[in-house]
């Protein structure tokens, strides 16, 4: 069923707000994917927050223009569903990446970041990347490094000397 000049419109609007707000962007070939499939990626998408778009490539061509994804412009060719991080930089990735282990007609195809196009091999590390919680504690852990080692460091002596009078102690009491 081809869309209304308003319905066009309104995808357009609707992506363009999405891509000047998300962080990454993936691009993938979704031929061969069951219906079920699909819906399964889409609820996937939702519960990860990752933005997931199946439209024609002259309206998404649209859409990215004046954003950080205009690079993804070109290489617009084929059916493709587009997945927009809009929470962290790796959801989207790590949403393809996994979807892709487990249903091999889903081939990633682009990856965009920070307005340049990264080789479809990117998209491992992309997707490696850590989400906000963990690398808020891996922020957490290395700024409470220093602080620990100083504690123990101080009471290390006051410990050595109870250690030391508990050895002598026993030393009496065994002779």
């Given at each position: 069923?081809?869309?209304?000049?308003?319905?066009?419109?309104?995808?357009?609007?609707?992506?363009?707000?999405?891509?000047?707000?998300?962080?990454?962007?993936?691009?993938?070939?979704?031929?061969?994917?069951?219906?079920?499939?699909?819906?399964?990626?889409?609820?996937?998408?939702?519960?990860?927050?990752?933005?997931?778009?199946?439209?024609?490539?002259?309206?998404?061509?649209?859409?990215?223009?004046?954003?950080?994804?205009?690079?993804?412009?070109?290489?617009l060719t084929g059916p493709l569903?587009?997945?927009?991080?809009?929470?962290?930089?790796?959801?989207?990735?790590?949403?393809?990446?996994?979807?892709?282990?487990?249903?091999?007609?889903?081939?990633?195809?682009?990856?965009?970041?920070?307005?340049?196009?990264?080789?479809?091999?990117?998209?491992?590390?992309?997707?490696?990347?850590?989400?906000?919680?963990?690398?808020?504690?891996?922020?957490?852990?290395?700024?409470?490094?220093?602080?620990?080692?100083?504690?123990?460091?101080?009471?290390?002596?006051?410990?050595?000397?109870?250690?030391?009078?508990?050895?002598?102690?026993?030393?009496?009491?065994?002779?």
């Amino acid at each position: 069923m081809a869309l209304s000049l308003e319905q066009k419109k309104a995808v357009v609007a609707e992506v363009s707000v999405i891509a000047q707000s998300a962080h990454s962007a993936v691009a993938a070939e979704y031929r061969g994917l069951t219906v079920g499939e699909m819906t399964e990626l889409r609820r996937k998408a939702r519960a990860e927050g990752v933005y997931l778009k199946v439209a024609k490539n002259t309206l998404v061509r649209r859409a990215v223009e004046g954003t950080d994804f205009e690079c993804m412009a070109e290489e617009l060719t084929g059916p493709l569903l587009f997945a927009f991080s809009t929470e962290d930089p790796g959801a989207a990735a790590r949403l393809v990446k996994d979807f892709a282990k487990q249903h091999d007609k889903l081939i990633a195809r682009m990856v965009a970041v920070g307005a340049r196009l990264h080789d479809v091999s990117e998209l491992e590390r992309l997707a490696s990347l850590p989400t906000r919680d963990q690398a808020i504690s891996m922020l957490m852990g290395v700024m409470k490094a220093p602080i620990s080692k100083f504690v123990r460091t101080l009471a290390e002596p006051h410990a050595k000397l109870a250690r030391t009078v508990a050895a002598v102690r026993d030393s009496k009491q065994a002779a």
